[in-house]
């Protein structure tokens, strides 16, 4: 009993440090009109500091693969988590809106830290088999943030003021820096063969990309995912301008979208008893890729009011959380070594992607919900395309297990 208590801690404990750069997403989504009014600017504008906040993610991922595998997975964490409270602090001071979207894009520098160590973990303490139901737990803690993060963040912008919301992360983050601390374990020791020149990093990075089955899974993943951040980034607009909804309606529907999310999710655990990883993830594409057509074509001709639009992107969301995890659980596990770079990459392209996709609809400055059903259709298609290529390209699948990894027991 202890044994397995234990091990759902450590899947509590990475859940909890993965929701750091989701929370530093969504909660201050209900207070974009008061950013944007404090700046004096528009709401388009101000999600672009949502579109560097996923460059500083992507960027970071590259950094932080080499220093996982080198001094092991707790050190470069810590730097990432002090680094991701002062920027939050600096946040504080915005008065333009290109301050805010500077410091966004330090604060994901830091926040991505997080992210890239707790995949990496993943295949420290878990079987190659297990790799995406795991994965699929982890998105069930880290799903609270789309319940809970736009609702506390409308309660703290609408009583304390917009500013505190990053007090609030810090604070957040402070708490998951002690528990990573003391109820952590080390997982994958330091390697002192890995170099941390950048010739052999990105030898390193080559080989990882030569693998067919990362690239395939990978970018067919990054750009069926991108469609969730590009909802996020837009969520404001789309509810709060187009739809004429209050920040506390806003919140409500926020979290009622991510149920979709959510469930499918854990429904994916209760799949895979009965279906492979890539079975599932084709499924999902062939359900969210006419999702998105049917939204694109019921926005640009008119048919679609509230109540409609809202079913449409709950198809597209729960077909997401199917597909997210057994994308990077495929991704991922044909390697055994250098977990961490491979984790960093994965990442890399995922968030790069999905920040791309959402840039896009901060550079359009449109107070319309086209721009947006037109890049969900986009990257949702280009996805199910990559993979059909892909698996051309394949013999068979890979699954290995990690060497030196420490596998927490049954």
């Known amino acids: 009993m202890a044994q397995t208590q234990n091990r759902y801690l450590i899947i509590l404990i990475l859940g909890a440090l993965s929701t750091i750069s989701p929370f530093a997403i969504d909660m201050y989504l209900p207070a974009f009109p008061q950013v944007a009014a404090a700046l004096h600017t528009s709401t388009a504008r101000v999600s672009l500091s949502l579109a560097s906040y996923f460059a500083g993610l992507a960027a970071g991922q590259l950094f932080y693969g080499p220093l996982l595998d080198r001094f092991g997975r707790k050190l470069p964490l810590y730097a990432g988590l002090t680094l991701f409270m002062a920027a939050s602090l600096l946040c504080l001071g915005s008065r333009t809106v290109e301050w805010l979207v500077a410091m966004r894009f330090v604060q994901a ?11 990496a973990m993943v295949r420290d303490f878990f079987h190659v088999d297990e790799t995406a139901k795991i994965i699929s737990l982890l998105i069930l803690v880290i799903s609270a943030s789309p319940l809970l993060a736009p609702s506390v963040g409308s309660f703290v912008a609408v009583y304390l003021g917009w500013q505190w919301v990053f007090i609030v992360l810090a604070l957040f983050v402070a708490l998951m820096l002690v528990v990573a601390k003391w109820a952590l374990p080390d997982g994958h020791p330091a390697d002192p063969s890995v170099s941390l020149r950048l010739k052999p990093i990105f030898a390193n990075y080559a080989l990882v990309l030569k693998e067919p089955q990362f690239i395939t899974y990978s970018l ?55 279906f492979t990883s890539e079975q599932i993830f084709r499924g999902a594409l062939l359900v969210e890729c006419p999702a998105a057509l049917v939204l694109l074509a019921g926005t640009y001709f008119g048919w679609f009011g509230l109540p409609a639009t809202l079913v449409m992107l709950f198809i597209t969301l729960s077909s997401l959380g199917l597909a997210y995890p057994n994308a990077a659980a495929l991704a991922m596990v044909p390697f055994d070594r250098n977990i961490g770079s491979a984790a960093a ?57 990690e060497k030196g990894a420490t596998f927490l027991p049954h």
């Open 109 to 119: 520098l830091g926040g991505c830290a997080a992210q890239v160590a707790g995949m």
């Open 220 to 274: 067919a993943g990054a750009f069926a995912f991108s469609g969730l951040l590009v909802y996020v980034a837009s969520s404001p607009i789309i509810f709060m301008e187009v739809f004429k909804v209050s920040p506390q309606v806003f919140g409500a529907i926020f979290a009622g979208l991510s149920v979709g999310f959510i469930g499918s999710n854990q429904i994916n655990v209760l799949l895979l008893r009965r």
């Open 345 to 401: 990459m994965l990442g890399f392209l995922q968030i790069g992607v999905a920040g791309l996709a959402s840039a896009i609809v901060g550079i359009f400055n449109s107070h319309t919900l086209l721009p947006v059903a037109l890049i969900l259709a986009a990257t949702s298609w280009i996805g199910f395309g990559i993979l059909i290529i892909g698996k051309r390209r394949m013999h068979g699948l890979r699954f290995v297990e």
